[in-house]
């Protein structure tokens, strides 16, 4: 949580300077982004073994669970889409690939667009915040397998201990290696489609 | 094509250390970097940011929904609820 207020105020802090001060804001945006994406990629090679482990122990559901999540996002994106006047429904689709994962959607949609930067930006984190707001009471109406999808990406780290003590350890184990399908498939789609849809 | 390329030396290296290395700290200090630069950049175009918001929260909810959905009738197909 201290985490989504710092960056919060970073986006607000952003918005003030990029009106009041006329600086090379993209060039800063690049170089962070190509660090950002060299760290990730770090980490998902070293958190390798636990993460293999945990697919086996699952099979099919790790496989399916990613997929609807991904599918069911670009469909709402590409419905939602086509009724704002604002916005292409094309672009609608790439924005909710992000499946939660803000912080790579927002800044790498800035390099093709900046309002969609920003969209991409706000519709990830919010899907985040929606998972910790609603996740606890979901979870009793639906099922705590299907609710993990509401967090995509972010149930492999920041919504991960809330699905395991609302949807129990099986929901933990799944919630932790769809985050990381799902994780691994957003960059790709984000390029792929802003090659094919945006460009 | 450079982000891959930088997403594939991340992988490369995380594979050849052996050591875990502790990349939280500028993992999240790029992020907030990289979130004011985004910022910055949709502020320079003079974007309503009251607007950006309706429209992100119209898309989540969207994106959400039918997630919910497609995830739900998957679990009942496969026989899968925990």
């Keep these: ?199 | 094509m450079i982000l891959l390329l930088f997403f594939a030396i991340g992988v490369l290296i995380g594979l050849i250390v052996k050591k875990e290395l502790k990349i939280e700290r500028p993992l999240n200090l790029t992020l907030i970097v990289l979130v004011f630069a985004m910022g910055a950049q949709a502020g320079s175009i003079k974007v309503d940011g009251m607007r950006s918001l309706v429209i992100s929260l119209l898309l989540m909810t969207g994106a959400v929904m039918f997630s919910m959905i497609f995830a739900y009738l998957f679990i009942k197909a496969v026989g899968g609820n925990g």
Aim: aromatic residues 10%; contains cysteine; positive net charge.
């Design chain 1, 1 to 199: 949580m201290k985490l989504s207020l710092t960056l919060m105020i970073a986006l607000v802090l952003g918005l003030f300077a990029g009106r009041n001060f006329q600086l090379d804001y993209r060039a800063l945006s690049d170089v962070m982004l190509y660090l950002m994406l060299l760290l990730i990629g770090l980490e998902m090679a070293q958190k390798r073994k636990e993460i293999f482990e945990d697919l086996k122990t699952i099979g099919l559901l790790s496989l399916g669970l990613p997929l609807m999540t991904i599918i069911g996002s670009m469909v709402g994106g590409l419905v939602v889409g086509m009724a704002i006047p604002e916005l292409s429904h094309r672009a609608a689709m790439v924005i909710t690939s992000g499946c939660g994962w803000y912080s790579l959607t927002g800044p790498y949609l800035t390099t093709i667009d900046p309002f969609y930067g920003l969209v991409g930006f706000l519709t990830n984190f919010s899907r985040e915040i929606t998972m910790i707001l609603v996740y606890p009471f979901v979870v009793r109406l639906v099922d705590p397998l299907s609710s993990i999808s509401i967090g995509g990406a972010t149930t492999m780290d920041s919504t991960l201990p809330l699905v395991r003590r609302f949807g129990g350890q099986k929901a933990g184990v799944v919630a932790f290696a769809h985050g990381f399908i799902v994780s691994l498939l957003v960059p790709f789609l984000l390029f792929v489609e802003t090659r094919l849809l945006l460009r």
